[in-house]
């Protein structure tokens, strides 16, 4: 039981951590604590490394991009969320604890999100797709996979509806990302 409680402390949204050191620094440590990664504004490569978080005053570094794997990132850990400013593309792939009520929370970066990809997630239905309806700016969705998903028709025909400038592709082919190909 002890793991357990440890575990969800790790992952469990920490609104004092946040205030602290800001809500970039704040999401990238959750984000590689949960076995994700960050690219940050006019950086080339992406950071997934705890020690490789570069230090600065608070606000220096802006989240512009986030990658999560076979993370093991929670609905709850989207709070982290909150704040970040120049987040542009999000991309989650075989993270099984991500279910519907994390789009809920993409709200949060709906002036700055332009695209996101998600890809083998095994809790997201119908419902959890609709959430990105309200994502006016987004102008690229990729899906692929996603079991939960019983009538894609509908859920295409009402993001595309919604988001005219978008462009949506859902492609149960599309190849698995890089970090699952080297294990």
């Not at 490789?52 to 802006?62: D, R, V």
């Not at 609905?75 to 400013?85: I, P, R, V």
């Not at 959890?128 to 700016?137: E, I």
């Amino acid at each position: 039981m002890e793991l357990a409680k440890y575990y969800l402390e790790q992952v469990r949204y920490d609104r004092k951590r946040a205030r602290e050191i800001g809500p970039d620094r704040a999401c990238t440590e959750w984000l590689l604590r949960c076995g994700g990664s960050v690219r940050f504004k006019h950086w080339g490569s992406f950071i997934s490394n705890y020690n490789t978080i570069p230090t600065g005053a608070s606000g220096q570094f802006h989240i512009e991009e986030i990658r999560a794997v076979n993370a093991c990132i929670t609905s709850e850990g989207f709070a982290y969320l909150d704040g970040l400013s120049h987040l542009k593309k999000i991309h989650l792939e075989k993270c099984d604890q991500v279910a519907d009520s994390s789009f809920a929370r993409c709200n949060k970066v709906k002036e700055t999100l332009e695209s996101i990809t998600l890809i083998d997630l095994t809790q997201i239905s119908d419902n959890g797709l609709a959430y990105l309806a309200g994502l006016k700016n987004l102008k690229q969705i990729d899906l692929a996979r996603l079991p939960n998903v019983k009538n894609r028709e509908a859920v295409m025909k009402l993001l595309k509806n919604e988001l005219p400038q978008c462009t949506i592709i859902y492609n149960d082919e599309h190849p698995p990302a890089f970090e699952l190909k080297e294990k």
